[in-house]
């Protein structure tokens, strides 16, 4: 067992017999060391996770932890949540934080009214999310790191941390309220309708000349590591072309045979992995993909490369829990 899974298992335990005490805690407001014990349980877990109570959505209370941005911990908090109780009447458990719409929340000594917040936005129809810019009265009275923080907490609480992590890029945080601002209903609304035209699936290409002569790569930029929190193995596969141009790249009738022959593999690892992109050059066609250490992953792709030998296919796998991978392409040009 692994320090940060004993330390999960120790804070369940704990909770058993402090849950009793938090829920006459909530109703007095006396909350005691109860605070303090807590602190010492998250933090024995990771010390860089935050945590909270609040109202419950479908239960009376909350009990939540935030990896804050962080790929890796949120990875963490999904154990903790899934070696957790079940969610009742009671108590329910998030592994992130919840969406308040309807909260005031508070940084220092700042509200932060969630109705009172301003934005403006474009589509990054690439990456299918909104690019924003947002400000909150209280911001003028802010410094600048705790408008950055407190622009953290409305948005998490306007949406839930993970659903921020999955439709909004990139987030500039002003003190002045910028020309055409709209009010946060207007941009849930907004949100929303994104939310139900994506797809999931945006083939960006890319071009470009190195030292090994041309490049071709294609890959998914709306691919969200949100929404595959369990697959942190990178697997690069390589495949020789037969019949490579002058190049060094793939011709149009190759390009769709190794095309099909990666679904061919998708399929076949089925929930195990999902595909990422393609690279091809030199005389070579490396297809990526994010997978889930478990039984029987590499028997499927040993099989795979055994039945399409004549390609001389190579598999390299290697710990990947930022999705570094995927990061290393986005913010390029052209899609198909």
């Not at 193995?233 to 009738?253: D, I, R, S, Y």
């Amino acid at each position: 067992m692994s320090r940060h899974e004993a330390a999960v298992r120790a804070f369940w335990a704990w909770w058993a017999t402090s849950r009793p005490a938090f829920e006459a805690a909530i109703a007095t407001g006396e909350y005691g060391a109860l605070v303090g014990e807590a602190a010492t349980h998250v933090e024995a877990i990771d010390g860089r996770l935050q945590w909270e109570l609040g109202k419950g959505r479908g239960a009376a209370h909350f009990f939540a932890l935030s990896a804050n941005g962080d790929p890796v911990l949120r990875r963490l908090t999904e154990r903790w949540k899934v070696l957790g109780p079940a969610n009742d009447d009671s108590w329910e458990y998030w592994s992130s934080r919840p969406p308040r719409p309807n909260a005031t929340l508070v940084w220092g000594s700042h509200p932060l009214r969630l109705d009172a917040a301003v934005l403006t936005w474009t589509t990054n129809h690439l990456r299918e999310v909104l690019d924003i810019t947002i400000c909150h009265p209280e911001f003028a009275r802010m410094s600048e790191d705790d408008r950055e923080s407190a622009a953290v907490l409305l948005l998490d609480g306007a949406l839930g941390e993970d659903d921020v992590e999955r439709w909004v890029g990139s987030v500039d945080v002003v003190s002045k309220a910028p020309i055409g601002a709209q009010s946060l209903a207007v941009f849930l609304g907004a949100l929303e309708k994104m939310v139900d035209g994506a797809t999931g699936n945006v083939l960006v290409t890319l071009e470009s000349d190195g030292v090994d002569g041309p490049k071709v790569i294609v890959y998914n930029a709306a691919l969200k590591q949100v929404d595959h929190l369990d697959l942190d193995l990178h697997l690069t596969l390589t495949l020789k072309l037969l019949q490579p141009n002058t190049n060094g790249l793939a011709t149009e009738t190759e390009t769709t045979r190794l095309d099909a022959l990666e679904r061919e593999l998708g399929q076949a690892l089925g929930e195990r992995a999902v595909w990422l992109g393609r690279e091809t050059c030199a005389g070579k066609r490396l297809a990526h993909f994010f997978a889930a250490e478990s039984v029987g992953l590499r028997e499927v792709c040993d099989r795979w490369m055994r039945e399409h030998h004549v390609l001389r296919p190579h598999l390299i796998s290697r710990k990947d829990e930022a999705w570094d991978a995927a990061l290393q392409w986005n913010g390029g040009d052209g899609a198909e």
